[in-house]
């Protein structure tokens, strides 16, 4: 499945490109946050939405390097739960996009079409918090 | 600048060539996607830094 592999690149690369844009964003937050709040409690609260996007940013990592395994299992003979593993990656960027958006952060095209070619492959529901 | 500007020319002609062969390398392999990804996130970074930050902020005696 050399097409799913090349998805999952360009999905990865997406990744990073987000990964960079969401690092500058929130150090920017993070300051503004501490100059406006007078609590731990109070900053937290006003960065929610990035560590919600950082903590989503972690899963979509995970679940790419699982995927790509998966991938490589199945082409090996084994079959390693990869239209498991893929839907995990198509739901963890699908949220990953949110997350970014709703901190004003948008998501690369190609991250995005890479996305509408893997959610056809993703038919099964991915176990977990997602 | 005569001589100076072939060397440039040959050395950009080089350049050129080296680009053109690991593009052709990198086409027929496909990239590791754990490679692309890195060790850490940027964003992970940032976040465990500011978060010291915040503690040593409003937790510090």
């Known amino acids: 499945m050399p097409k799913v592999q090349t998805a999952l690149v360009e999905v990865a690369h997406g990744a990073v490109v987000v990964d960079d844009?969401?690092?500058?964003?929130?150090?920017?937050?993070?300051?503004?946050?501490m100059e406006t709040s007078d609590s731990l409690v109070e900053y937290r609260a006003?960065?929610?939405?990035w560590d919600d996007a950082e903590a989503i940013l972690r899963t979509v990592r995970v679940a790419l390097v699982a995927a790509q395994e998966s991938m490589q299992a199945y082409e090996a003979g084994k079959d390693a739960g990869w239209e498991i593993a893929l839907a995990c990656v198509v739901s963890a960027s699908t949220a990953l996009a949110e997350a970014a958006s709703a901190v004003g952060i948008d998501t690369p095209p190609p991250l995005r079409k890479a996305l509408d070619f893997l959610g056809p492959f993703s038919k099964k529901v991915c176990h977990g918090s997602l | 600048m005569g001589p100076y500007k072939q060397v440039?020319?040959?050395?950009?002609?080089i350049g050129d060539i080296i680009y053109a062969?690991?593009?052709?390398?990198?086409?027929?392999?496909e990239e590791d996607v754990s490679q692309i990804l890195g060790k850490e996130a940027h964003t992970t970074l940032v976040k465990m830094r500011t978060d010291l930050e915040a503690l040593h902020r409003w937790k510090a005696p």
Request: cysteine-free; charged content about 30%; proline content about 0%.
């Open chain 1, 21 to 33: 844009r969401l690092a500058m964003g929130y150090e920017m937050a993070a300051a503004r946050s």
């Open chain 1, 46 to 49: 006003q960065m929610r939405l």
């Open chain 2, 8 to 13: 440039f020319d040959i050395l950009e002609v």
């Open chain 2, 21 to 29: 062969i690991s593009k052709l390398v990198r086409s027929g392999k």
